[in-house]
């Protein structure tokens, strides 16, 4: 079994092309002997955005706290605290934060 403190993982910024205020924590990942999916913590700050991309796997989204504003395959949808998004592999995606509160979710994706 592995336990993880939050705080002790740290918050790295997400320097892609396209992406602005927004951190990323490796929760659990490969190196941590997790085989299938890592899971990712992200926090996105008011008017911040993850940069549009597309990849070959899937991704398992859960919002803890703010409203994702989701763009995927030319769909844009408002999504709340306590939901969950499904991201099909290959599919164009961004998530950005247009309310006032950081926007925090979990994603999920197969180990890399």
């Known amino acids: 079994m592995i336990v993880r403190d939050i705080n002790d993982v740290e918050a790295t910024q997400v320097t892609e092309s396209g992406a602005s205020g ?3 924590r490796w929760l659990l990942k490969r ?3 997790v085989p299938t999916f890592a899971m990712r ?7 911040g955005s993850t ?6 796997w899937e991704h398992e989204i859960y919002i ?8 995927c395959e030319g769909e844009t949808r408002r999504v709340p605290q306590a939901h969950a998004i499904y991201i099909e592999p290959d599919a164009i ?20």
């Open 22 to 24: 927004t951190t990323i």
């Open 31 to 33: 190196a941590d002997g």
């Open 41 to 47: 913590y992200f926090v996105v700050q008011p008017g």
């Open 51 to 56: 940069p549009r991309h597309a990849h070959p």
């Open 64 to 71: 803890i706290s703010g409203t994702c504003t989701a763009f």
């Open 93 to 112: 995606h961004s998530f950005a934060n247009e309310g006032n509160d950081d926007l925090i979710f979990l994603c999920m994706i197969p180990v890399q």
